[in-house]
């Protein structure tokens, strides 16, 4: 048998008449195709919605500060105020990329509401900048910290519970100078918010940034945020922001240096994905392998009568492989097909989901889909399809002749 009666049109032929056991196979490959794109798109999603919590809640895209400050700002946070922050803004959004930059204050005190005292971590913010960074940072009473709200305060969650006040309520923030003096102000609660991030609400406060500043006595800012018209070009912004800015004694960290919890949450599913990537890998292996190995060994008496008219055993192992190679195809590319319909309806419908780690609020889910899980799944869905036929395929080319034609009888 020459070379021509292995081709395409002869591989072809074989898998469709074998309806049953190509149908077999062809289940196998596409279920797991599916389940890698269902399961790669559901991570991503997760990877993708923390990202926006993190950046449009808490962190922006970028922060700068005056060099030191990220190691020793919490000890000595008066050391390393930024005197000058309207000059650094104005560097930053000589950037390409960059949508707008604001400035923060940070402080430590205590919130008192005329009988308790309570601990917390103060943010003097831009108000009207920080909103429309803030889109992740949701109010369940009241309304936004306005510019003019020159004593207004927004609460977290938890320190509105704790403290048990409300939208209209007055409190009290006491804390010390960079002199080591106390000092006070009051203000009127205007809303309280929810992040992603329980700790962080049980004892987060803001309030405009010039009263903090008369809070504390001070002038300049410990931070510059940076907001981006892209979170995927964070990288190029902050590679061009320490080199412009780095000579003149500031660092800049990105919103992943800043959150170690989305960093942990990353690799976290990315071994769980990994894992489950595998699985399907074998599941596929295994699944296709039994069902070859039946469709083989069915069609030894076929084999040994090509092996009569004088085709080679090679040649009946790569017909095999290329069979299989055919089915893997075939079905890893209506596994990428079906994976993306299914992933379009889960998507228009949505997941709910229960809160995550960390947090007191429950979401809604997507499957994405992802270019690269689309071409990871096919190339598992074929690989897995072509490596389970080569132990099939040499088994049976080495089955004698004559023991091969007795299947015949």
């Known amino acids: 048998m020459s070379f021509d009666s292995l081709s395409l049109r002869c591989s072809l032929r074989n898998i469709f008449r074998q309806k ?113 960074l803030g889109s992740h940072l949701f109010l369940i009473a009241g309304r936004q910290l306005a510019d003019q709200d020159a004593n207004g305060i927004l609460l977290g969650e938890g320190v509105a519970r704790s403290m048990g006040v409300g939208v209209g309520s007055y409190v009290t923030i006491l804390t010390n100078t960079p002199e080591g003096a106390l000092n006070s102000l009051e203000f009127q609660v205007v809303g309280i918010f929810r992040t992603y991030a329980k700790d962080f609400d049980d004892r987060a406060v803001r309030v405009a940034v010039g009263a903090a500043q008369d809070l504390l006595g001070v002038k300049g800012a410990h931070a510059v945020v940076v907001s981006l018209d892209d979170a995927l070009s964070t990288d190029r912004v902050a590679a061009a922001l320490k080199k412009s800015l780095g000579v003149r004694g500031f660092e800049v960290k990105t919103w992943f240096e800043l959150d170690d919890f989305y960093a942990k949450t990353v690799e976290l599913y990315q071994v769980q994905l990994g894992v489950l990537q595998f699985t399907i890998l074998v599941v596929v292996l295994l699944s296709v392998a039994n069902s070859v190995n039946m469709t083989a060994y069915e069609r030894v008496g076929e084999f040994g009568t090509l092996k009569a008219l004088g085709t080679r055993s090679w040649q009946i192992s790569l017909l095999i492989v290329l069979e299989n190679a055919l089915l ?73 002749v004559v023991d091969a034609l007795r299947q015949n009888v």
């Open 328 to 400: 893997g195809l075939i079905g890893a590319s209506l596994g990428v097909v079906l994976g993306v319909v299914l992933a379009l309806g889960l998507s228009a419908i949505g997941i709910p989901m229960p809160p995550p780690p960390n947090s007191n609020v429950g979401y809604t889910a997507y499957i994405r889909i992802v270019p690269s899980v689309l071409a990871l799944s096919f190339i598992i869905g074929f690989l897995a399809t072509v490596l389970s036929s080569l132990l099939p395929a040499r088994g049976v080319a080495r089955i004698p």
């Open 20 to 132: 049953a056991r190509s149908g077999m196979t062809l289940a196998s490959i596409v279920f797991g195709v599916v389940g890698l794109i269902v399961s790669g798109g559901f991570v991503e999603d997760v990877f993708v919605q923390l990202r926006e919590a993190t950046i449009h809640s808490r962190f922006g895209h970028l922060q700068i500060y005056k060099e030191g400050f990220y190691a020793n700002g919490v000890k000595e946070p008066y050391n390393y105020l930024i005197p000058e922050p309207d000059a650094v803004k104005t560097a930053v959004a000589a950037v390409p990329g960059v949508l707008d930059s604001m400035m923060r204050i940070n402080f430590f005190g205590l919130l008192n509401n005329g009988k308790t005292d309570l601990p917390i971590l103060g943010e003097g913010v831009e108000a009207g900048k920080e909103a429309k």
